[in-house]
């Protein structure tokens, strides 16, 4: 399963510029909430979690890499709970993935 993640910060604000090429994913996981909330404890991140539990998650899309977090080590956690799941990563406007295919 292809999943695209995209966050905003606040309830007022839109997740339109991060919606892009949105039918290229089987599910698209919206958070509105503080980057500064480690990534698996968010609404959309546990939901991620439990996917990845089930194995059911082949790779993981984000429109950039901010939206994964605020706290540089948590961003890197993240990627390493992911990487060891064999989860690819795409950040999608920096242009960089984590994983070869």
């Known amino acids: 399963?292809?999943?695209y993640y995209v966050r905003v910060s606040t309830v007022d604000q839109k997740t339109d510029r991060q919606r892009i090429n949105e039918k290229e994913f089987d599910l698209v996981v919206e958070d509105k909430c503080s980057g500064s909330i480690p990534f698996f404890e968010r609404e959309?991140?546990?939901?991620i979690k439990q996917l990845l539990d089930k194995k059911i998650i082949t790779s993981l899309s984000v429109w950039t890499i901010d939206r994964l977090g605020?706290?540089?080590l948590d961003i890197l956690n993240s990627i390493q709970y992911l990487s060891e799941r064999g989860i690819r990563i795409h950040f999608?406007?920096?242009g960089l993935i984590s994983l070869d295919d």
Do not use: A, E, F, H
Request: glycine share 16%.
């Open 92 to 94: 999608i406007q920096q």
């Open 70 to 72: 605020r706290d540089l």
């Open 44 to 47: 959309g991140g546990k939901k």
């Open 1 to 3: 399963m292809k999943v």
